[in-house]
């Protein structure tokens, strides 16, 4: 009898004392360092990930504590973003913060219209101090899943023309996947069912008017040009001429330039307008709301051409010969000056 009592006494003492460890390993601070480390938790990071990642960083001691007492402490889930971590958290209350969630700060962005996919990632990237080619791959995840408009991946950007302008507020640790997410969204919002209807009738494809209003979006900025310019580049496609439409080189070329150069007008790509007729293969911009109405609801005119002096003022004219006259005097003056 004396013997069972000996046993039951001795695996109580050492149930203590693993109660004990167990509170010290949980309960101890990790260190006396009072400096914070800025920790990101990504959507689908694993416990075994982040164990290592909190290890590397030397914010534990060991990741197999921090698993075990992860599953000890009942689990759960580990809220995506990025922590700012005493290092001389405690497990425990490391755990805590992992299941509540970081605190998070608001920012506002401003994406502005007939900004490229190129553009919005070097912006986001300074807004946030994050990298232009995290979004840039973001961008080229499969979309078309969660968002069936979309049309089929086009190489480069695929979602060129579908990250609609807008001022967003997001939180500063977003992912770049949430933030994709927001603007399709709002592209999905805005561009309506009967907009969509209105393109169908007009048999034309969603994705065809978002090319035409990322081309317009590029060559003028009024309301009333806009729709004149639609009416043109419908006009020239219907009679078989070229577009030629200078962003287009542009985006090609990646210059800026108001009027495209004679060496650029011979570089072969689908996206020049010169040397091709017809739309581009895809968007060369993201494109505003006015821009896609303008797309769907040409205002008519008897004009076939058109250029943007530098002031932004855009001039039509009826003829190649009046418009040569008004290159010359609206472009190349100005750059004589």
């Not at 990741?63 to 402490?73: A, C, I, P």
């Not at 919005?120 to 408009?149: C, G, M, S």
């Not at 542009?250 to 800026?256: A, F, Q, R």
Request: proline residues 5%.
């Amino acid at each position: 009898m004396s013997a069972i009592i000996r046993l039951f006494a001795g695996v109580g003492i050492l149930a203590i004392a693993c109660v004990g460890i167990l509170s010290y390993v949980l309960f101890t601070p990790h260190s006396t360092d009072m400096n914070t480390f800025r920790f990101t938790v990504k959507q689908g990071d694993t416990i075994f990930y982040i164990a290592d990642g909190l290890a590397d960083a030397g914010l534990i001691s060991s990741d197999l504590f921090f698993r075990l007492g992860w599953r000890v402490e009942g689990g759960g889930i580990i809220q995506e973003g990025t922590y700012t971590i005493p290092k001389s958290v405690s497990l425990h209350t490391l755990y805590r913060m992992f299941r509540s969630g970081p605190d998070r700060t608001e920012i506002s962005i401003r994406i502005i219209e007939g900004w490229t996919t190129q553009q919005i990632a070097e912006y986001l990237a300074e807004t946030r101090r994050t990298h232009d080619d995290d979004f840039l791959q973001a961008v080229k995840n499969d979309w078309k899943r969660e968002y069936p408009f979309l049309p089929g991946l086009l190489a480069g950007n695929p979602l060129e023309g579908y990250l609609f302008p807008d001022t967003y507020r997001i939180f500063e640790d977003s992912s770049n996947e949430a933030i994709i997410r927001k603007m399709l969204d709002n592209f999905s919002a805005k561009v309506t069912g009967d907009m969509r209807l209105e393109a169908k009738t007009q048999e034309l494809s969603l994705h065809e008017i978002v090319i035409l209003a990322s081309i317009i979006e590029r060559e003028v900025t009024g309301k009333q040009e806009r729709g004149m310019v639609s009416d043109i580049f419908r006009r020239r496609i219907s009679i078989g001429m070229p577009l030629q439409a200078d962003s287009t080189i542009n985006y090609v070329s990646g210059k800026k330039d108001a009027q495209a150069r004679y060496a650029d007008l011979e570089i072969d790509s689908p996206y020049n307008t010169y040397k091709y007729r017809g739309l581009p293969p895809g968007p060369i911009a993201n494109p505003g709301l006015e821009s896609l109405n303008a797309a769907l609801h040409p205002i008519p005119n008897r004009y076939l051409y058109f250029l943007t002096s530098p002031d932004g003022k855009a001039h039509f004219s009826k003829t190649f010969d009046e418009h040569k006259e008004k290159k010359f005097k609206y472009l190349q003056q100005t750059r004589t000056r």
